[in-house]
């Protein structure tokens, strides 16, 4: 099969690469790289923090006339992410790290001194124990103290593990256990009772409120549409009348009460007067009827006398037969007894 990207290239038989121009370029151009920073920076000029493994589009030149060991040193520029101001730092092959230059200070810097101050006492040290064996002598007693103090310390955090050692693990976990079970349960023990609670004041609640519905429902039973009298009425409207412009005090209780009895004896008298006036009415009807029975017996008692004695009787007969339906027992004895004396 043949390939898909062809890299081999032609070349003619009469190719003379020397006859290629070749392009001057000059030593310190720049090439733009895209890389993170090497360490934590911090701006110099807004305050900007510049952290490590941050990404940049960086320019990159080689340094002129700095060599270590006949390697190149590069310079590195790029722009802080917040005022685009212009921060340098170029590679340090000594120290296989970077070193900044410009724009910016570096963040942790203390380690790194601690670190070269370490190396450098360890540098003059090894110095002095070539040129003096008195100072080897000196190291070396110094050395075997700090390992007696090293191990002294040693000894006693292994004393202190054993008398940890000595407590029982499983007991202090089985006590824990069981408070905690102890815990949960007094909590469900808590929410049983809130709960219990919660539902009682619900049916109190329901109870009163059904309480009130079949009262309600009792009194529409106990007092249908009733026939409402005058008097009742002008009654309840003083009452409210009194109720409204009362206060809460006993004076004007007294005077509710006092109120009422006094229309409740205002309605009696009003009935009593209303009997006697009924009274009178059947008197009245009564006389008028005795004085009609009277009128009838006398012309009763005339026609006897008539020369046509044959129809007296029938006359008085069908006188007082068309009045029977409305007159009383006392008045037909009178008819009857007026008509035996006049017989």
């Known amino acids: 099969m043949s390939e898909r990207k062809v890299l081999n290239k032609y070349y003619p038989p009469d190719f003379d690469p020397s006859k290629i121009p070749k392009l001057k370029l000059p030593k310190d151009r720049q090439y733009v790289v895209r890389l993170m920073a090497p360490f934590n920076m911090r701006c110099k000029t807004c305050g900007e923090y510049i952290y490590k493994g941050k990404k940049f589009n960086a320019r990159k030149e080689t340094v002129q006339n700095e060599l270590y060991l006949g390697l190149p040193i590069f310079r590195f520029y790029i722009k802080c ?8 730092f170029k590679t340090d ?3 296989t790290d970077y070193a900044i230059e410009l724009g910016a200070t570096r963040n942790f810097q203390a380690e790194k001194l601690i670190e070269q101050e370490e190396i450098r006492f360890q540098k003059e040290r090894e110095e002095e124990e070539l040129n003096n064996p008195m100072k080897v002598l000196e190291n070396r007693t110094k050395d075997s103290k700090l390992e007696m103090e090293v191990l002294e310390n040693l000894q006693e955090l ?7 050692a000595n407590v029982d693990f499983e007991s202090m976990l089985d006590r824990y256990r069981e408070t905690e079970e102890e815990i949960k349960k007094r909590q469900e023990d808590e929410d049983e009772m809130e709960m219990s609670v919660m539902l009682a004041e619900a ?3 329901k109870q009163l409120n059904d309480s009130d519905s079949d009262e309600d429902s009792h009194q ?4 249908p549409t009733c026939k409402i009298n005058q008097t009742d009425i002008l009654v309840e409207h003083l009452n ?9 005090t006993r004076e004007s209780s007294k005077t509710i009460l006092n109120s009422r009895q006094r229309m409740s ?8 007067s209303q009997n006697r006036e009924d009274a009178k009415n059947n008197t009245e009807e009564s006389q008028s009827k005795r004085a009609h029975y009277n009128k009838a017996a006398n012309c009763g008692t005339a026609s006897t006398h008539s020369p046509h004695g044959g129809s007296g009787r029938g006359s008085e007969s069908n006188q007082t037969v068309p009045s029977k339906s409305g007159t009383s027992s006392l008045a037909l004895l009178s008819t009857y007894s007026d008509s035996e004396e006049s017989e």
Request: aromatic residues 0%; hydrophobic residues 20%.
């Open 158 to 164: 292994k004393e202190l593990n054993q008398r940890q």
């Open 240 to 248: 409210t009348q009194n109720i409204k412009t009362s206060s809460d």
């Open 93 to 95: 092959p000594e120290n």
């Open 203 to 205: 049916q109190k609640t």
């Open 265 to 272: 004896q205002l309605v009696r008298k009003r009935e009593c």
């Open 81 to 88: 992410t917040r005022c685009l101001a212009e921060i340098t």
């Open 220 to 223: 529409a039973k106990q007092n």
